[in-house]
C-alpha cells in the first residue's frame, strides 16, 4: 500500500483531509466576525455542500456495489447526511452575526462531525479493505474533480464575501459539482 | 490550604455503586473544551487503571479470602471510576486527536512534577523522561496534520510548544539503562513517592494506549510510528517504576495508590474550570476518602503499622496542569544530548547504546524520522508551534 505522501491518489485518504478542512473551516467561522466572518462562513457552505455531493456521486455508489451491507451502510450515512442538510438550509441564508448563529452553528458543526466520523469508522474502512490502489485512484479524481469547486481559502481583496456571493446560490453549486464529477468519472472510471 | 484526607469522612463504600443512568456521562467537546480539562481526563484514568492494575495484582498474591473480597468490593467500584473518567472523552475525536492528548498530558505533568519535586536524582529522572515525550508530541502533530489535515494546536491550543525535543531515534536504549535506582522508603520525602507512582501511572496508560489503538491506522507510516513510540513507552514505564522502593509491602503500597487518588481528585477539583467535570472529581474524591479508610485499617490490621508513619501530615499542594514552556526551553538547551549508562546519566554515547542503536535501526532510518520526510514531501516544510520564538536548541531550529 502507498504512504500517505502519495495519498492524493487514495480517495479515503483524501476524503478524510477534506474532513480536517471542514473542520478547520468551522473554527475559522467561530473565531472571526463581521465580514471575516461572513466569507468564511460561505466558504464553509460551498465547501460542505461540494463535499457531500462528491460523496453522494463517488463514494456512496462505491459502497453501495462493492461493500457486504452497503446498502445500509449508506442508508445511515445519507439519513445523517439529510440531519445535517436540514441543519444546514436553516443556516444557508442566515445572518451571521445574528447573536443565534453561533449556537446554530454548534449545532451543525456537531451533527456534521458526527457524520464525518461516522464514515470514516463504518464507510471507509470498507473501501480501502474492498478497493484496489486503481480503484481508490479513479474514486479519487472524481473527488478531486469536485474539490476545484469549492475553495477553502477566502479570495483576496475586500470584496471577498461579495464574490463568493456571486458564485451563486448553493443548489446551482451542487449541480455544477454533480456534472463535473460525473465528467470525470465517465473519463476515468 | 490544609487538607488532610486522613481526617475526612467519605461516602460509605456500600452507597458508591452507580447505576447505568449515573455511568451515562455527557463527553466534553472536542473542539471547545479546556485543552487541560482534557489532560486531567486522560491523567486521571491513567491513575485508575494503575489503582485496577494493582488491586488484582495484589489479589493475585493475596492468600486471605477476606482480603480477596475487600479488595474485589473496593476494585468494582474503581471500575465504575474509570467508566465514568475515561468516557468523558468524546467519540467524536480521532484516536491520533487524542494521542497528542496524551502527549500533551505527558509534557506538561511531567514538566511540573520535575519543577516541584525535591529530591535531585529523581528530579533528573523526570527532566530526562520530559524531553522524550516533548519530541514525541512533535512527531505525532506531523503525522497528525498529513492524515487529518488539522494542526496540533488546534488541540494543544498554545498552552503547549511542538517542536523537536530529544530525537526519538535516540531514546532506543539497552533496556538494562534503563532501571534507575529507587528512593529509601525510609527516608523519602512524602511527595516524591506520590510524583513516582503518578508518573509511573500516567505512562503505563500512555504504553497500553499505544500497544492497543497502533494497529487500528492503516497507513503504514501510523502504524510504525506507533510501534516506535509504544516502545519507548516501555522504556519509560521500566524508568519510572524502578524509582519506587521495592520493599514498600503491599499494604503500604495500597495506601500509597488510595492516598494518591485522594491527592489527584482534590488537586483537579481545586483547578477544574469545567462544572460538570469538577463535579465527577468533587464526587470522586468522596469515594476515595472511604477507600482510603479501608486501605489504613488494612494496613494496621495486617503489617502492624500506622499509616501516619509513611504519610504526610496534609496533602501537597495542588498538582497543576499549566504551560511549561519556559522550564522545558531550558531543558531543551541543557540536556537535549543526554543519554543513560546503568542508573546514571552520561553525555556520550557509550557502546552499549551504540550497540542498542544499530541493531534496532538495522541502517535505516526509524518512522519518526521517516515520518518528517513524508510531512516535508506533502507540504515543503515541518509542522511546529513555537509560540516563544525560535528553538534554543540551534541544531533543531528548523531549516528551510
Not at chain 1, 31 to 42: K, L, V, Y
Not at chain 2, 15 to 30: A, G, H, K, M, Y
Not at chain 2, 202 to 226: D, H, K, S, W
Not at chain 2, 283 to 309: S, V, Y
Amino acid at each position: 500500500m502507498a504512504g500517505i505522501a502519495a495519498s492524493d491518489a487514495d480517495v479515503v485518504a483524501l476524503l478524510m483531509r477534506q474532513h480536517g478542512d471542514i473542520r478547520n473551516l468551522f473554527d475559522e467561522v467561530e473565531q472571526s466576525t463581521g465580514d471575516e466572518r461572513r466569507d468564511a462562513f460561505r466558504r464553509l457552505v460551498r465547501l460542505l455542500a461540494v463535499h457531500e455531493t462528491a460523496e453522494e456521486e463517488v463514494i456512496h455508489p462505491f459502497t453501495r456495489k462493492s461493500v457486504a451491507g452497503g446498502e445500509d451502510v449508506v442508508k445511515d450515512r445519507l439519513a445523517e447526511e439529510k440531519a445535517a442538510k436540514e441543519t444546514l438550509a436553516r443556516l444557508d441564508d442566515a445572518d451571521t452575526d445574528d447573536p443565534k448563529f453561533l449556537s446554530e452553528l454548534a449545532a451543525l458543526r456537531a451533527e456534521v462531525m458526527a457524520h464525518a466520523r461516522a464514515e470514516e469508522r463504518y464507510e471507509f474502512i470498507h473501501i480501502r479493505r474492498s478497493a484496489d490502489p486503481a480503484r481508490l485512484a479513479s474514486l479519487a479524481s472524481g473527488i478531486k474533480a469536485a474539490e476545484a469547486m469549492a475553495p477553502t481559502r477566502p479570495h483576496p481583496g475586500t470584496e471577498s464575501a461579495k464574490k463568493n456571493l456571486a458564485l451563486g446560490p448553493v443548489a446551482a453549486l451542487v449541480d455544477r459539482t454533480r456534472d463535473a464529477v460525473r465528467k470525470t468519472m465517465g473519463k476515468d472510471g | 490550604m490544609t487538607f488532610n484526607p486522613l481526617q475526612q469522612q467519605g461516602i460509605p463504600l456500600d452507597r458508591q455503586l452507580r447505576n447505568w443512568r449515573e455511568l451515562d456521562v455527557e463527553p466534553i467537546d472536542p473542539d471547545h473544551c479546556d485543552p487541560y480539562t482534557r489532560c486531567r481526563i486522560i491523567a486521571m484514568n491513567g491513575i485508575e487503571v494503575e489503582a485496577i492494575l494493582f488491586s488484582h495484582q495484589f489479589a493475585r498474591h493475596c492468600p486471605d479470602p477476606e482480603v480477596k473480597r475487600q479488595l474485589a468490593e473496593v476494585r468494582y467500584i474503581e471500575q465504575q471510576q474509570q467508566k465514568v473518567v475515561n468516557w468523558l472523552l468524546p467519540g467524536l475525536a480521532s484516536v491520533l486527536e487524542t494521542t497528542i492528548a496524551y502527549e500533551q498530558v505527558a509534557v506538561d505533568l511531567t514538566g511540573w512534577v520535575a519543577r516541584a519535586e525535591p529530591d535531585p536524582y529523581l528530579k533528573q529522572a523526570y527532566q530526562f523522561g520530559v524531553l522524550e515525550d516533548f519530541d514525541h508530541l512533535y512527531r505525532y502533530a506531523n503525522l497528525y496534520e498529513m492524515i487529518e489535515h488539522r494542526k496540533a494546536d488546534a488541540i494543544v491550543e498554545g498552552l503547549t510548544e511542538v517542536m523537536p525535543g530529544r530525537p526519538t531515534k535516540l531514546h532506543h536504549r539497552h533496556p538494562v539503562d534503563n532501571v534507575r535506582e529507587p528512593y529509601d522508603r525510609a527516608t523519602v520525602d512524602p511527595l516524591s513517592r506520590l510524583h513516582a507512582l503518578t508518573i509511573m501511572s500516567a505512562e503505563q496508560q500512555t504504553m497500553n494506549f499505544y500497544m492497543n489503538v497502533g494497529p487500528q491506522y492503516m497507513e503504514p507510516i501510523a502504524r510504525q510510528l506507533y510501534q516506535e513510540i509504544g516502545l519507548i513507552e516501555e522504556e519509560h514505564v521500566t524508568h519510572y517504576e524502578s524509582l519506587v522502593d521495592p520493599g514498600e509491602s503491599w499494604w503500604e503500597q495500597l495506601v500509597h495508590h488510595e492516598y494518591n487518588e485522594c491527592y489527584l481528585y482534590h488537586s483537579f477539583m481545586e483547578t477544574e474550570p469545567d462544572p460538570k467535570v469538577k463535579a465527577i472529581w468533587e464526587l470522586h474524591l468522596n469515594m476515595e476518602l472511604e477507600h482510603l479508610r479501608i486501605a489504613c485499617d488494612l494496613m494496621r490490621r495486617h503489617d502492624g503499622r500506622e499509616p501516619q508513619e509513611v504519610l504526610a501530615p496534609e496533602l501537597p499542594n495542588v498538582l497543576t496542569f499549566e504551560p511549561n514552556k519556559a522550564y522545558l526551553r531550558e531543558l531543551l538547551d541543557t540536556q537535549m544530548d543526554l543519554t543513560t549508562l546503568g542508573t546514571g546519566y552520561v553525555r556520550e554515547a557509550h557502546e552499549r547504546f551504540q550497540r542498542m542503536q544499530e541493531q534496532i535501526h538495522g541502517g535505516e532510518e526509524p518512522p519518526s524520522e521517516r515520518v518528517m520526510v513524508q510531512h516535508r514531501e506533502m507540504f515543503g516544510r515541518e509542522y511546529r508551534s513555537q509560540t516563544e520564538g525560535e528553538h534554543p536548541d540551534a541544531a533543531s531550529r528548523e531549516r528551510s
